[in-house]
C-alpha cells in the first residue's frame, strides 16, 4: 500500500496505521467502516495524462497507484475491468439527453462489477496469507468471488439467500466454491456468514466490512473518466443496495479530482427499488437509516439493512446527487427497453440505473441539457427466469415455408 498514509473510521473518524490488519473500527466495531486515505501527492508525481498513453495493461491494474494491493501477488488473475462505454443514439433522442452513455460492467469476467471488488479481495487474502476466502451475498459478490478465486487458487464458502437467482447459483458451482444456502433474508446469510468468518478465520470479502473491496469498485468510475477524456458526464447513476458501489464510484471521482486529473466530481444519483429503499427513504426524509423491506424482483440491490450507509450517502450528498427509487414494473420496463434499443441486457438490479435515468428525466432532476452516464452492474443472464417472465410472444412453426410466410406476412399487417 505504497500511496496509502492510513485508515479512518468513518463515524468517530480516529487513524490506524495503514499496516495493521483492520477490516473495522476497533472503537465504534461493525459500524465503524474505515476509509482508507491516500497520499495524493505521491500518486502525482506518478500519474499523469502521460501515464495513461503509455499503459497497455487495460484492466484495472492500470490503476495500480490508486489500490491498496502489493503488485507482486496480483500473479494471473482473470481480466477485469476495462469495460465498454457506449454512446447512446436512440434512448438519448427518447428522453431528450443530447450526451447519454451506459458503462457495461457485465461485459466483466462473471458478468459483473463485483469483479473489481473480488479480484482486489482475492489479491489481498493471498498477500495476507490466507487460502480461503467467504463472503455472504445476494449473488453477484458471491459467483464473482468464486470465479476470480478459482483463476487465484484459493478456497471459497458462499453464503446466499435462499432466494438467489438459479444462474448465479450455477455459477457458484460450476467454480467450485462450497456454497450455502440460508433459509432466510439477505439479513440472516449475512450473519450467518459473519460468526463462520470470525470462527474459522476465512479471510472477509464482505464489501460492507472489508475497506479494500471499495478501493476495487472505484476503479469503475476511474475507467469512465478515462474513457471521456478525463471529462466526465454531469451525471452518473448507479442501482444501489448494501451502499458500497456506490460509494466506490464517489471515491473513483473523489481520487481523480484530488490528483488534478478532472476538474469536478459528477453528480452522483442512486437508484433503489419502491420495494427496497432505506437510502431513498432516509435521504428524503432526512433521517438515520432504517431497516426496510426486502421486498423487490432486483435481488442484487435487494438489502434492507445497509452495512456501508455511511459511504453510500455521502456519495450522494457529498457530489450533490439524488436517490430515486422506482417500481418493479419501471425496472422491467427498462430491462426490454434497454435490450431492445441499445443491445445491453442487463439483469433487474443493473436495469434500475436506466429506470432511474428515465424517472429523473420525467421528473427534471436531470435536466435536457446535462450529460449522463448509466452504469449497468450486471449482465441478464444473471437472473434468467425474470427474463423468460417478460417474453410472451414465442413462435413455433412447423418446418415449412407456406407457414413461415403466413406468419411473417400477418405479423406485418399487424404492425
Known sequence: MKNVKYFECTLCHQTFDKKLELMTCPSCGEKGILEIVFDYDKIKREVDRSYFMNNNDYSIWRYLPFLTVDAAYIGNPLKVGFTPLYKSKKLAERYYTEHLYFKDDGCNPTQSLKDRASVIACVKAKELGYDT???????????????????????????????????????????????????????????????????????????????????????????????????????????????????????????????GLISEIPKIMGVQSEGCSPFYDAFRNRTELQEAEENTIADSIAVGIPRNPVKGMNAVIKSNGAFVKVSDEKILEAMKLLASQEGIFAEPAAAASLAGYIHAREQYIIRKDESVTVIITGNGLKDQKTALNLITDWVELEPDLKQLINHIENEGEKK
Open 133 to 259: 476466502i467467504s463472503c455472504s451475498s445476494t449473488g453477484n459478490a458471491a459467483s464473482s468471488l468464486a470465479g476470480n478465486a478459482a483463476k487465484l487458487d484459493l478456497k471459497t464458502v458462499i453464503f446466499v439467500p435462499e432466494r438467489a437467482p438459479i444462474g448465479k447459483l450455477i455459477q457458484l458451482k460450476m467454480f467450485g466454491a462450497d456454497l450455502i444456502k440460508v433459509k432466510g433474508d439477505y439479513k440472516s446469510t449475512f450473519q450467518l456468514s459473519r460468526d463462520a468468518i470470525n470462527h474459522y478465520k476465512w479471510y472477509n470479502r464482505n464489501a460492507a466490512i472489508n475497506p479494500h473491496l471499495i478501493e476495487g469498485k472505484k476503479t469503475v468510475a476511474l475507467e469512465i473518466a478515462e474513457q471521456m477524456d478525463f471529462k466526465p458526464t454531469d451525471w452518473v447513476v448507479v442501482s444501489v443496495g448494501d451502499g458500497c458501489t456506490i460509494g466506490g464510484v464517489y471515491k473513483g471521482f473523489y481520487d481523480l479530482y484530488n490528483v
